[in-house]
């Protein structure tokens, strides 16, 4: 098991970046596929972007492709969502979400990652 936390989320205008980053401590996280999903209010959760654990399989939601770029440095158990062009639609709390696997995929379930971080507020607004 791991506890994620997050931190960078801010009030931002339309088109500014926005980084966010997920500080995972607990058990090995070279072992850890990663995703990043959001909840706006009244809304359901969403997937945002994943990583698996070697890195090398990424996927993300339409609505952020192009826009949203997931990364992790696992000397640092850190993963990274940097987040360009903002939108209002991309206001949310943003979460931090692990699983542990030994299938090196990346899920876009929220119910395949038993670890969650508490979320950081990300606010898009002119």
């Known amino acids: 098991q791991v506890q994620p936390v997050e931190s960078g989320g801010g009030l931002v205008p339309p088109g500014d970046s926005l980084r966010l980053s997920c500080v995972a401590s607990?058990?090995?996280?070279?072992?850890?596929?990663m995703a990043w999903f959001r909840q706006a209010p009244g809304k359901e959760r969403e997937f945002v972007a994943a990583?698996?654990?070697?890195?090398?399989?990424?996927k993300y939601s339409d609505s952020v492709k192009g826009r949203f770029t997931i990364s992790r440095d696992n000397t640092k158990n850190t993963v990274s969502l940097q987040m360009n062009s903002l939108r209002l639609e991309d206001t949310a709390v943003y979460f931090c979400?692990?699983?542990?696997?030994?299938?090196?995929?990346?899920?876009?379930?929220?119910?395949?990652?038993?670890?969650w971080g508490q979320g950081t507020q990300v606010t898009v607004s002119s």
């Open positions: 979400a692990g699983r542990d696997s030994i299938f090196d995929i990346a899920p876009t379930d929220a119910g395949q990652y038993p670890d």
């Open positions: 990583i698996s654990y070697s890195g090398s399989t990424i």
């Open positions: 607990g058990r090995t996280f070279d072992d850890y596929g």
